[in-house]
């Protein structure tokens, strides 16, 4: 099993970065993916970016590709999300997820193990 809390939201102007941190306690957190995801009050939760246990496969949903980096370094036992050109549409609680399964995927319904997400909020 493997705990996960996230770190790194706030307030921010559109245009403008945040990195956020998904720190893991475990031995074995190399072994998962993780994946990023996000939700809004009112509306489904979406899947933002994901990376295999590896950093060697990634994955992300259309809305962030060019502007959002996911990466990890399994010595820190840490997954990253860098945010650039950020839009007050990506305002959200983000949260990040691990997965063992074989199949890596973007869908939430992999993602055994959750955070309890961090907020962040882009102001026009």
């Known amino acids: 099993q493997v705990q996960l809390v996230e770190s790194g939201g706030g307030l921010v102007q559109a245009g403008g970065s945040l990195r956020l941190s998904c720190a893991a306690s475990g031995h074995t957190f190399s072994h998962y993916a993780v994946g990023w995801f996000r939700q809004t009050p009112g509306k489904e939760r979406e899947s933002v970016a994901a990376?295999?246990?590896?950093?060697?496969?990634?994955l992300y949903t259309n809305s962030v590709k060019g502007r959002f980096t996911i990466s990890r370094d399994n010595a820190k036992n840490t997954v990253y999300l860098q945010m650039n050109g950020l839009k007050p549409e990506d305002t959200a609680v983000y949260y990040c997820a691990a997965s063992l399964r074989a199949d890596f995927t973007l869908s939430d319904h992999a993602y055994d193990y959750w955070g309890q997400g961090t907020q962040v909020t882009v102001s026009s």
């Open positions: 990376v295999n246990w590896s950093g060697g496969l990634t």
